[in-house]
Every structure is written in C-alpha cells, then in structure tokens.
C-alpha cells in the first residue's frame, strides 16, 4: 500500500508541476489562435495504427469538410501520452489523441479538457528477443522492457497482467525503460532491450522478426472491444470554438465510417508512416482485437483497475467527469 501511495504521489506531482507551470504561461491561447484571420488548431497523436481515423482525418481533410469556415490544422505526432497532456495543458495542443490510461490520469489531475471520441481498440503485445523468456515469471531483474512511459496505457496494461500472472500489478516496475514505440520496435531487434510492451503494428512487425517472439496474454486479462485510444479537447476549444469542436467531432465519425468502407484505400493511407505493405497492414487491421469506432467501451473498469493497482488516487465516479456530453459508453 505504501509504494502504490508513492507511485500515485509522483506521478500526480509530475503532472501538476507541469499543469501549474504550462497555466502561467498561456492563459488564452486557444482563444487567439488564429492563423492569416482563418481559425488554427493542433492536433497530437501518436505513432501506430490505433490512431488510423487520425490519419484518414488528415489526409480526406475532414475538418475542413465539415467546418463552415476556413480552418488551418497542425498535425503533429508525439511521442506518449505525458507529452500530449503538457500540450493540452500549455493550450499548444487543441485536441490531444492518446491511450484511454494517460488520458483517464490526466484529465482527474486537472488538464483542462475531456474525452470527446474513442477512437481504437487494438491488439497489443509482449514481445522479447530472449529464447528462454516465455511467461512473465521468466523474465529477470536483468531484463528490460521498453513501455512509452510511467502510467502510459502500456505500463497499465502491463500491470494488468502481472497482477493476473505474478500477483502483484507492480511486480515488474523495476524492469521498465521508457522509448518512444518506434525506438522500443528498434532496440527490441537490436538487443538494446529484452521485452516490448507495445501496441500494433510494432508487436506484429517485431513478432515477423526471426529472433522475437510473444508473451501470450488471455483475453481475459486484455479483453478484445475495450478501448484502448481515445480522443480528449480542450475545455476551451469545445466552450470558445463550438462549430469547430462539432466539425472535429462530424470528422471522426466520417472517419470511421471510412475505415469500414474503403479499408483498403485506409490501408495505403498508414503504409506511408511504417516498413510494411498496404496489404500487411490490412492484415493487421482485421485483427480479432482491432476495431475503430468512437463509443466507448471498459473505461470505467480501466479507471477502477488504475485506482486499485495504486495508479490513480481518485478514479471518476461517472463517465461525466472525464467524457463530454456527446460521447457514447463507458
């Protein structure tokens, strides 16, 4: 009990500091963002195909479709959850897309804004390059696994299964390095690292790799159809900006739908960004696990999970405190 105090004491702390350092700094910034007299907005995501209807956003402009003015849009890919929430925190970022945990902590520590969309529910893995490494109890305190932060959806995750496996959800925090997907995908091929928490494509292109293979997790303990990534905007975007919050919300929608009617066409769009064919990354798309729709699904159970591993002090008592009004599920 004392260390889950510990845990949720340093991390509340980060993210206030940052919350209380970012508000002095920008008080109005989404209300002056204009850009040459059109509206301005930032957009953050990360790198995977979770964040797909991002993507197809972008590139069938949307936004833009669907709002009555001219808007300039700011695409900008991050690198976890934390780095998100600091810009939605600073007002830099507008509408922040990330996993449904980082989010869920952000929110109740005081980031100004809720969720708005779900926007994934996608496969993740534990993937080592180690022969002898084949349950979680054979991983040693010599073995590193790479995870994009503390607190991210991967660390929660993680903790999910090693309080299913090892009894403790914080059994293996002492093994954890934190990298970007992308470089955990890099060090896991080159040795660098032992183990990868990570979310797809990277867990099937590294399970493609001949010296990698998986962890297996129940479905049990990561239940296909939960949602895993989310949208979250600000306060000030969706009070200040409601025909442009509407048009981003009309977006995403139109996104997904997308993404069911022509997923071949969304998965040219994605083979851009990876080492893969559109036909690879369709594959990978019709994943059992994978699915894309904005209603919401297990956040509430996530949030319980975080309360009791320790993660989060406070968890919300309704869908309400951490969602808008216009979001579907719980």
Do not use: R
């Amino acid at each position: 009990m004392e260390m889950k105090k510990k845990i949720v004491t340093l991390i509340m702390s980060m993210i206030l500091a940052v919350t209380f350092t970012a508000c002095g700094s920008s008080s109005d910034n989404t209300e002056s963002k204009k850009d040459n007299g059109k509206e301005k907005i930032t957009i953050a995501y990360q790198s995977s195909i979770a964040y797909a209807p991002i993507l197809v956003m972008m590139n069938q402009k949307l936004i833009e479709k669907h709002y009555d003015g001219e808007v300039n849009i700011d695409w900008q890919m991050l690198a976890n959850g934390a780095a998100i929430n600091e810009g939605l925190t600073s007002g830099s970022v507008d509408i922040g897309c990330m996993g449904a945990a980082p989010a869920i902590t952000g929110i109740k520590a005081g980031i100004p804004g809720k969720i708005f969309a779900g926007i994934s529910s996608q496969p993740y893995g534990i993937l080592t390059n180690q022969d002898d490494i084949n349950s979680l109890k054979d991983i040693t305190a010599q073995d590193q696994i790479a995870i994009t932060g503390l607190n991210s959806h991967p660390h929660i995750l993680l903790a999910m299964a090693a309080k299913a496996y090892l009894g403790d959800a914080h059994a293996l925090d002492g093994k954890l390095t934190v990298l970007s997907n992308a470089d955990g995908y890099t060090s896991l091929l080159s040795g660098a690292v032992q183990c990868h928490m990570v979310i797809s494509p990277y867990n099937f292109m590294e399970e493609a790799a001949d010296n990698v293979h998986k962890i297996e997790i129940g479905e049990d303990v990561w239940p296909n159809g939960n949602t895993f990534i989310v949208g979250v905007a600000s306060n000030k975007l969706k009070e200040n900006k409601p025909e442009l919050y509407q048009a981003v919300c009309d977006a995403m929608e139109e996104a997904m739908e997308y993404i069911k009617e022509n997923p071949q066409e969304t998965a040219e769009i994605l083979s851009d960004g990876y080492d893969a064919t559109a036909d690879e990354i369709l594959s990978w798309m019709n994943d059992p696990a994978s699915s894309y729709t904005t209603q919401l699904q297990g956040i509430m159970d996530l949030a319980d999970f975080m309360v009791e591993a320790g993660f989060l002090e406070n968890g919300p008592k309704d869908i309400s405190e951490i969602a808008f009004d216009n979001v579907k599920g719980n």
